[in-house]
């Protein structure tokens, strides 16, 4: 079955790096398209960035834009979050999805905390 773990959150600092990272299984990962979003307490998910296979072709939410950087391995299944300049808005669950025929597929979650 599809699983999709998520790792690397934790607290940082305004301004500082984190790199998320995310181990796809149970599907060809890599033909499908990698999504990242991420939940404020009681709020909808909200979607983050996304990349395409073989394409690559990355997108972002205009919220992170040249501060966020998606990529991945599919050698290893693998899809990153690299999130620089990080700002006390950007604290939230992160969490990795895919869409698999119509069914849509998410991780646990990570925690990202900003703070001082």
């Known amino acids: 079955q599809v699983q999709l773990v998520e790792s690397g959150g934790g607290l940082v600092q305004p301004g500082g790096s984190l790199r998320l990272s995310c181990i796809a299984s149970g599907f060809t990962f890599s033909t499908y398209t990698m999504n990242w979003y991420r939940q404020y307490p009681g709020k909808e998910r909200e979607w983050v960035a996304s990349?395409?296979?073989?394409?690559?072709?990355?997108r972002y939410a205009d919220s992170v834009k040249s501060r966020f950087t998606i990529s991945r391995e599919n050698a290893k299944n693998t899809v990153y979050l690299q999130m620089n300049n990080v700002k006390p808005e950007d604290t939230a669950v992160y969490f990795c999805n895919v869409l698999v025929t119509t069914r849509r597929y998410w991780g646990q979650g990570t925690q990202v905390t900003v703070s001082s």
């Open positions: 990349i395409s296979s073989p394409a690559l072709t990355a």
